[in-house]
């Protein structure tokens, strides 16, 4: 797919898979909006990225995306930087590792509007623009937490649930429009996101940002509505659908048991 002058928008883009959107979408000649809470990652990696590319430009925006009325107020800066979204990345995500009777309401709160309310507004905001211009991409990060519950990690898995069966069901909506829609599902990934739980967990078989990012980039070339990267995660996936619900339970749990 060429996405040369296209500019694309990525949430949680100062580290894992989200830089890694941004370092293999400036090789394919994108301009870029990169959006994250920590300004000076941005800045460090806005600074890699222009000395690489010096023909593309890039954007930073702090932001914090678990907070009411943060789409909003992000399309408005982008919006005043007069950039018109062409490829939405939807990456920005966080996962409470636990039993949800344990954990902080607020905080599950403020993950579920970060990884699910967000994510949807941000794509209302910008694909009525991509389907009336016939070309587009929409790509949001899921899970192979998408495909069963998680106990251990309730919340966390249900708004990827959510993530994956909202991006389907627009994949079917816009098929023919010109807009590629697609969720991608990682499994466990070598980034924060497991340092950022408090927990160590799912310690071996952990892919690489760049691993997960080829599989996405692939993709986008096909009409997939979901690719899973990674055989042993693609297998695992497809058998949870042919495994009765109280096993599937217990699998999971004991997957994302602390180590």
Not at 13 to 35: C, D, K, P, T
């Amino acid at each position: 797919m060429d996405l040369k002058n296209d500019t694309a928008l990525i949430t949680g883009s100062s580290g894992g898979i989200g830089e890694e959107f941004a370092v293999q979408l400036a090789r394919r000649g994108a301009n870029l909006v990169l959006v994250a809470r920590r300004a000076d990652k941005l800045a460090a990696l806005r600074d890699r990225l222009l000395e690489a590319h010096p023909g593309i430009q890039v954007d930073v925006v702090a932001a914090d995306l678990a907070v009411p009325g943060s789409a909003a107020e992000l399309a408005s800066k982008v919006a005043d930087l007069g950039r018109r979204v062409d490829v939405l990345v939807n990456n920005a995500g966080v996962g409470l590792h636990g039993d949800f009777v344990d954990q902080d309401v607020a905080t599950n709160a403020a993950q579920v509007h970060l990884n699910c309310v967000t994510l949807t507004e941000l794509t209302g905001i910008y694909l009525p623009a991509m389907t009336k211009a016939r070309h587009g991409v929409v790509l949001n990060v899921a899970s192979t937490a998408s495909f069963q519950p998680t106990p251990g990690m309730a919340v966390y898995g249900a708004t990827k649930a959510y993530v994956l069966s909202f991006t389907e069901a627009l994949w079917k909506e816009t098929k023919g429009s010109g807009v590629r829609v697609l969720a991608l599902c990682p499994g466990a990934t070598d980034t924060e996101f497991f340092a950022r739980t408090g927990e160590e967990f799912l310690t071996s078989g952990r892919q690489t940002p760049k691993q997960v990012v080829d599989v996405a980039m692939a993709a986008l070339d096909k009409s997939t509505p979901t690719v899973v990267s990674g055989l042993a995660n693609t297998l695992l996936a497809t058998g949870y659908r042919f495994t009765p619900r109280r096993v599937m339970l217990e699998v999971s749990q004991r997957l994302l048991k602390a180590n």
